[in-house]
C-alpha cells in the first residue's frame, strides 16, 4: 500500500472493531482491496445481456470480448494499460498462462467454457491502446441473475474489488427489482455509483425520455431504503466472512440459528452503529414478522407515499397479515426534520448519477 492510506484503513478499522460498527465491515475490505492496487478498478455490473461486453468493445473500438443473444460472460476480465498487447489467464489452481488476446473466448464465454470446466479464475488483458486512460482498469463481470448460477456468483466474488461501479441498465427493460437490490448491495462496497443506460438506440427521442424518467423516479424512491442492522446470525456472520453468499444463505438449513439473544446471557454486548442523518429521512424499526413479508422497496413506498406515519405503519402490518402474518408484526416509523439537519441533497451517500448514451 502507498500514500499511507494502511495507516488510516486499519485506524478505521481499529475504532469500528472497539465501537463494533460492523456495518462497515464490507466498505473496509473494499478499501484495502482498492489500496492496495495501482489502478481503480471500473466494473461494468448488471443483469445478463444487459450489454455490458458491447460497451467495453465500443470504448476499445474492438471486438474484444464475446458478445452474444445468450448469457455469453462467464468469468471476469480486467483490461489495462501495457506496453505490450497481452492476456494472461489465472486459473483456480494457481497457475497462469498466456494467449493471444483474439483468443481470449475460449476461457471467457460461456459456450467454449460451459460451467467454467476450464477452472478460470480471471483472465487479464493490457493493451497499448489504454495509454490514454492508464490509471483505470476496466472490468468484464458476467451477468447475473441468468439461468446460470455460477456466472452470478463470479460477479459477487468480485464486488469488494469495485472502485467505480457503472450498472449497466438495458433501456428497454429499465431498472428491475434486481437492478435495485444490485445498486443497494453495491453501496456497501462503493459510494462511486453511476447508471449506464444501454441499447438507448432501440427508442426513438421520446421514448427514451420516457424510460429515463422512469428511472429517475423509481431511483429516487428505491434509493432511499438502506438496511442499517444486520441479523446477529450464523448464516450473516459467514457472508460477513466471505464464505457464504446470500443466496446460499437464503436456503441454507442453519438460516435460523441466531448468535445473540436477550434473557440467554447475564450479560450480552450490544452491536452499535452510527448513521448521518439527513432532514427528511425515515427510520423503520420492524420486527422480522414485517421484513419477512413485505420487501424493501414496498416499505419505502409505503413509508413515503402514506399520508401520516401511522397510516404508514397501519398499511405495512395489514399487508403483511394480508400475506400470512404467521409471526408478531411491530412496526415502528419515525421521520427526522428539522433546520439542524443537512438537506437530502448534500447527504454524498445516497447521491446516485443517471447517464445514458
Ligand atoms: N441495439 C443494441 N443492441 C445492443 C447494444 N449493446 C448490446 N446489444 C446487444 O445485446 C446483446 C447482449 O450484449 P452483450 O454485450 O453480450 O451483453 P452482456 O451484458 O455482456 O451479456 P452477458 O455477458 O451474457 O451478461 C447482444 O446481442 C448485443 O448485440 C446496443 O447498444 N444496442
Ligand atoms: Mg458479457
Given amino acids: 500500500m502507498e500514500h499511507g492510506w494502511d495507516k488510516v484503513i486499519e485506524l478505521t478499522a481499529e475504532t469500528a472493531r472497539r465501537y463494533r460498527i460492523s456495518a462497515l465491515e464490507p466498505l473496509l475490505a473494499s478499501c484495502r482491496a482498492v489500496a492496495a492496487q495501482r489502478e481503480i478498478n471500473v466494473a461494468i455490473l448488471g443483469r445478463f445481456k444487459a450489454g455490458k461486453s458491447s460497451f467495453l468493445n465500443h470504448i476499445f473500438r474492438r471486438d474484444l470480448l464475446p458478445v452474444g443473444v445468450v448469457p455469453v460472460t462467464a468469468v471476469v476480465t480486467e483490461i489495462d494499460y501495457g506496453p505490450k498487447e497481452k492476456a494472461l489467464v489465472h486459473f483456480l489452481d494457481g497457475h497462469s498462462e498466456q494467449t493471444p488476446v483474439d483468443s481470449i473466448r475460449q476461457f471467457v464465454a460461456e459456450s467454449e467454457n460451459p460451467d467454467n470446466v476450464k477452472r478460470v479464475a480471471n483472465v487479464k488483458v493490457e493493451l497499448p491502446a489504454m495509454e490514454n486512460l492508464r490509471g483505470l482498469r476496466f472490468v468484464d463481470t458476467p451477468g447475473l441473475e441468468s439461468a446460470l448460477a455460477h456466472n452470478t456468483e463470479a460477479s459477487l466474488h468480485w464486488l469488494p474489488n469495485v472502485g467505480l461501479a457503472l450498472v449497466a441498465v438495458s433501456i428497454?427493460?429499465?431498472?428491475?427489482?434486481?437492478?435495485?437490490?444490485?445498486?443497494?448491495?453495491?453501496?456497501?462496497?462503493?459510494?462511486?455509483?453511476?447508471?449506464?443506460?444501454?441499447?438507448?438506440?432501440?427508442?426513438d427521442e421520446a421514448e427514451r425520455a420516457e424510460a429515463l424518467l422512469f428511472v429517475r423516479e423509481q431511483?429516487?424512491?428505491?434509493?432511499?431504503?438502506?438496511?442499517?442492522?444486520?441479523?446477529?446470525?450464523?448464516?450473516?456472520?459467514?457472508?460477513?466472512?466471505?464464505?457464504?453468499?446470500?443466496?446460499?444463505?437464503?436456503?441454507s438449513s442453519r438460516r435460523n440459528v441466531i448468535l445473540k439473544a436477550l434473557g440467554a446471557r447475564d450479560e450480552i454486548e450490544p452491536d452499535l452503529s452510527r448513521v448521518a442523518l439527513a432532514r427528511g429521512d425515515h427510520l423503520l424499526l420492524c420486527s422480522d414478522g414485517l421484513s419477512n413479508k413485505v420487501g424493501e422497496v414496498e416499505m419505502c413506498d409505503i413509508a413515503l407515499k402514506a399520508d401520516t406515519l401511522n397510516a404508514a405503519c397501519a398499511r405495512l402490518v395489514a399487508l403483511a397479515n394480508k400475506r400470512g402474518g404467521e409471526d408478531n408484526i411491530t412496526v415502528i416509523l419515525a421521520r427526522f426534520d428539522g433546520a439542524g439537519l443537512p438537506a437530502l441533497e448534500t447527504t454524498a451517500d445516497r447521491r446516485i448519477l443517471v447517464e445514458y448514451l
Fill in 219 to 251: 431511483l429516487s424512491r428505491a434509493g432511499q431504503i438502506q438496511q442499517i442492522t444486520k441479523d446477529q446470525s450464523v448464516v450473516q456472520a459467514l457472508i460477513d466472512a466471505g464464505l457464504m453468499t446470500p443466496e446460499e444463505a437464503a436456503h
Fill in 172 to 203: 428497454d427493460t429499465p431498472l428491475s427489482q434486481h437492478d435495485i437490490e444490485l445498486l443497494k448491495s453495491l453501496r456497501q462496497y462503493t459510494p462511486n455509483i453511476s447508471i449506464l443506460l444501454t441499447k438507448a438506440d432501440l427508442l
